[in-house]
T-cell receptor, first 111, second 115 residues
Framework: SQQGEEDPQALSIQEGENATMNCSYK?????LQWYRQNSGRGLVHLIL?????REKHSGRLRVTLDTSKKSSSLLITASRAADTASYFC???????????FGTGTRLKVLA | GAGVSQSPRYKVAKRGQDVALRCDPI?????LFWYQQALGQGPEFLTY????????KSGLPSDRFFAERPEGSVSTLTIQRTQQEDSAVYLC?????????????FGSGTRLTVV
């Protein structure tokens, strides 16, 4: 079973716009990660945020974490066509080594 | 190697056949994970190794699924008597730590189609 649920399931935006996707999870965590998956390829690790952090930046990516609401968001600023992919959040199940993935958000950036 | 290597990239199996999927993790990575990803879904955890020890196999869907990592490096996921519901992409990931705090490095996966 999947621990996380991403919202929206699909998102279509114009190049240059910002894209925001959300992740909700069920159990307590130590870390939450975001991954990108291009069609037919493996997952690429984007960013990890620890449970004691509220916000983290990496390039055009901004991740927030609200442990009281058991939710996280990923913001991609100034999107590019190359950002077209599926994005997944993954949480360490009850603080163990086991990362459980959400259902993913399919992002399409139109040139 | 520079990344996680999985082979074969694609596999078509007749129902009832056994298949073996191989994963070559990054050299020196102690943790190795197998995930199953159905079309349009997120990856689902199958099993976890720390070095050669299989510490968690709770995600294996049935006793037809078997994984090993005998020398703590290369791992093989074997599916016996394949069924159509086994069709999926099988992803392998490795990590330098046991807690994945630096993220996992995933291979490109093996797409298994059972006909």
């Amino acid at each position: 079973s999947q621990q996380g649920e991403e919202d929206p399931q699909a998102l279509s935006i114009q190049e240059g716009e910002n894209a925001t996707m959300n992740c909700s999870y069920k159990t307590s965590i130590n870390n939450l990660q975001w991954y990108r998956q291009n069609s037919g390829r493996g997952l690429v690790h984007l960013i990890l945020i620890r449970s004691n952090e509220r916000e983290k930046h990496s390039g055009r990516l901004r991740v927030t974490l609200d442990t009281s609401k058991k939710s996280s968001s990923l913001l991609i600023t100034a999107s590019r066509a190359a950002d077209t992919a599926s994005y997944f959040c993954a949480t360490d199940f009850s603080g163990t080594y086991k990362y459980i993935f959400g259902t993913g958000t399919r992002l399409k950036v139109l040139a | 190697g520079a990344g996680v290597s999985q082979s074969p990239r694609y596999k078509v199996a007749k129902r009832g056949q056994d298949v073996a999927l191989r994963c070559d993790p990054i050299s020196g990575h102690v943790s190795l994970f197998w995930y199953q990803q159905a079309l349009g879904q997120g990856p689902e955890f199958l099993t976890y190794f720390q070095n050669e020890a299989q510490l968690d196999k709770s995600g294996l869907p049935s006793d037809r699924f078997f994984a090993e990592r005998p020398e703590g490096s290369v791992s093989t996921l074997t599916i016996q008597r394949t069924q159509q519901e086994d069709s999926a992409v099988y992803l392998c990931a490795s990590s330098s730590t046991g807690t994945g705090v630096y993220g996992y490095t995933f291979g490109s996966g093996t797409r298994l189609t059972v006909v």
